[in-house]
Each structure stands twice: as structure tokens, then as C-alpha cells.
């Protein structure tokens, strides 16, 4: 373990935390909102907006573990504000000459995997850090790591405002002033905010719609449903695996946003194709007959087989329609089954549930 060093300007940075006056201030939903999204955008169990004082790291926000404080020479931010232009991530702790030998490696709660985004001052300072972590290795995409810079930002400007909403406490002869700028703040808090939750709906790799922004629509479509229900197929790239072995995960990726853009394609203004995970897709068709669901699936699996990627790959498909009194996840279920059997019986095809 390499204990942290301390900044050459660690004066001035800790004057700038103190200018804050946010240290040891209670949880505020606005913060805890901002570690949410980056756990779910990184897929972390852990997540925590820290703050790096003289001698410990504080936390504003801490998700998935307990406690307020550590000691500054154990804290993994205490290495991030080290470099404030930059991510520190963290792929395995155990393997890191930094982090290897720390209490929270080899001892609860075992962290293996650490991103942080530096939190600055308006004048630059590192002062702590927007961080996500869990207890297994891990990797970051590039947009993901660009959402973490985004929602540190963030964080930045919310306390920004918190400085700001204290010095009008001191100065209301400049009343109005401050009014202008707090609400250029929350503009581009909204903003951010907009952006973030796109982000959050959205399969980084693909650009597709993901899990939850599907659970969502498929609930939406059945209590829309008139007399026709909506159709779900999943879809699944055919011995994938074959594909990230023999040519590697660069490879893999290319056939997957390949597959989104056919079904983008195929099916944009006339239902939904979301990433469900790893080589599966659903496709949502509301208000579609299932007759000619399944003439859209055969058509969709025929458009797959002549991509022009330089590689054989075909798909199978599982279809079902939704059923009054059927749960979305029913439907799902079905779907999957269906999937399932056009596997077994064959793969490149499409089976409709019964």
C-alpha cells in the first residue's frame, strides 16, 4: 500500500473546502440523486460524493456502504484529487501497488473496483471526489467514464450554489446579482439533469434504449392496448461467443452495434428495440397482430444474415403476445421460452410462443 501524497497546494485547497462550509452538513437528497445515477450508469453497488479534509475523507453521500468518515491516508480519493484533470480508475485494487495492501482491500468491504471524477473548486481546486466502486473487478467504457465527468461537474455546480445561497445571506445589497447567476446554475442544472437521465434510458454501447427504459415501455404499451395487444420478440446473436473468442471483444462490439443499427432501422417510429443484455435484444411492437409481428421478425432475421460485416451471423427469435391479465415479465418469460425453443431447434429462425 502507497499511502497518498499531500498536494503541493494543500493551503489553498483546504482554504477553498473551507470556503464551501459543506463539511459535516446532513445528507441532501440532491446529492444522493447524483450518486444514484452514476451507480447506474457504471453498474457499481458503491457510490459516494467524498470530500478529502486535513486529516480524513468525508462523506456528503455514501450508497451501498455505512459510516461518515475514514482516515485520509486509507481514502482511495485521497490519490484522485492527486491528479484533477484526470479519472482514477481503479480496475482491481489487489493489483494496484497504491491499494493492494488497504484496509477496505484486503478487509471489508473488499474493494476491487474504484472509478473517481475529481470534484473542483470554481478556482480549480481538487477538493474530493464523485466515486463509484464494488467488490469485484471491473472496467469503464468511455461513456461512462464521460457521464461520471458529467455528474462530478454537476456536483461541482450544486455546490457552487451552496456557496453562493450563503454569501447572499452576507451581501442582499447585491440581491438581484446573485438571483441572475442562481438561476443561470439551475438552468444548467436542468440541463445536465436532462441529459443524465437520457443517459440513464440508454445502452452505452449501442445507443439503444436498455432494460429500464424497455420495462417502461412495454407497461405503457399494455395499458394503452385496445383490441390488439402488443408483440415482444427477443433476439439473440446466434454463437456470440464464438465471435469474442476467435476475434476478440473489439470485434464482438462492432457485430452488436451492427445488430442495433438493422433494428434501429427496421423498427424506429413503429415500436422499440432496446439492448436487454449482452447479445440480446427485445423488440416492442404495440397495436401489432402477431401474424404480422412474426413477418417482421422473419424479415428482421433475413436482413441480419446479409450484413455486410465480413462475418456469418444469424439470430434466433422467440415472439410472443401479450395476454389479458399477463404481467409484462409473463410476457418476457414467454418470449424467452419461445427463444429458447428456436435454439433448440435449429438456431436462425423464429418461434412464436404459445
Known amino acids: 500500500m502507497i499511502k497518498p501524497a499531500i498536494p503541493a497546494n494543500e493551503s489553498q485547497r483546504l482554504a477553498a473546502l473551507q470556503r464551501y462550509r459543506i463539511l459535516d452538513t446532513p445528507r441532501e437528497q440532491e446529492y444522493e440523486d447524483l450518486v444514484t445515477i452514476a451507480r ?6 458503491c457510490g459516494a460524493v467524498t470530500l478529502i479534509d486535513r486529516e480524513r475523507q468525508w462523506f456528503k ?7 461518515e468518515q475514514t482516515p ?3 481514502a482511495f480519493c485521497a490519490h484522485t484529487i492527486l491528479r484533477p484533470q484526470e479519472l482514477t480508475v481503479v480496475e482491481d485494487a489487489r493489483l494496484d501497488a497504491r491499494f493492494s495492501g488497504n484496509p477496505s482491500v484486503v478487509g471489508d468491504p473488499h474493494i476491487r473496483f474504484y472509478a473517481g471524477a475529481p470534484l473542483l473548486s470554481s478556482d480549480g481546486y481538487a477538493l474530493g471526489s464523485l466515486c463509484v466502486f464494488d467488490s469485484v473487478p471491473g472496467v469503464l467504457g468511455q461513456r461512462q467514464a464521460d457521464a461520471l465527468r458529467a455528474l462530478s461537474r454537476q456536483v461541482g455546480r450544486m455546490m457552487e450554489m451552496r456557496k453562493l445561497r450563503h454569501e447572499l ?3 442582499q445589497q447585491e440581491h438581484d446579482w446573485y438571483e441572475a ?3 443561470e446554475y439551475y438552468l444548467q442544472l436542468e440541463q ?26 412495454l407497461s405503457e404499451a399494455i395499458e394503452r392496448a385496445g383490441e390488439v395487444p402488443p408483440a415482444v420478440a427477443i433476439v439473440d446473436i446466434d454463437h456470440f461467443k464464438l465471435v469474442n473468442d476467435i476475434h476478440g471483444h473489439a470485434e464482438g ?3 452488436l452495434t ?7 432501422a427496421q423498427f424506429a417510429g413503429r415500436g422499440m428495440a432496446a439492448r436487454y443484455g449482452g447479445e440480446e435484444f427485445v423488440i416492442l411492437m404495440p397495436d401489432t397482430p402477431l401474424q404480422q409481428a412474426e413477418l417482421q421478425c422473419q424479415y428482421l432475421r433475413e436482413s441480419v444474415g446479409l450484413l455486410p460485416i465480413g462475418l456469418p451471423v444469424t439470430v434466433s427469435i422467440g415472439l410472443a403476445a401479450h395476454r389479458a391479465g399477463e404481467s409484462p415479465l409473463d410476457t418476457l418469460h414467454r418470449a424467452d421460452s419461445a427463444l429458447y425453443q428456436a435454439k433448440q431447434d435449429g438456431r436462425d429462425r423464429v418461434v412464436v410462443a404459445t
Open 40 to 45: 447506474t450508469i457504471c453498474g457499481t453497488a
Open 61 to 67: 453521500s455514501m450508497q451501498g456502504l455505512e459510516g
Open 258 to 264: 451492427e445488430m442495433a443499427g438493422v433494428l434501429r
Open 169 to 171: 445571506e452576507h451581501h
Open 253 to 255: 462490439d462492432r457485430v
Open 72 to 74: 485520509r491516508e486509507d
Open 192 to 217: 445536465v439533469n436532462s441529459e443524465l437521465s437520457e443517459q440513464t434510458r440508454t445502452d452505452p454501447l449501442t445507443g439503444l434504449s436498455n432494460r429500464r427504459a424497455l420495462a417502461t415501455a
Open 181 to 183: 447567476r442562481l438561476g
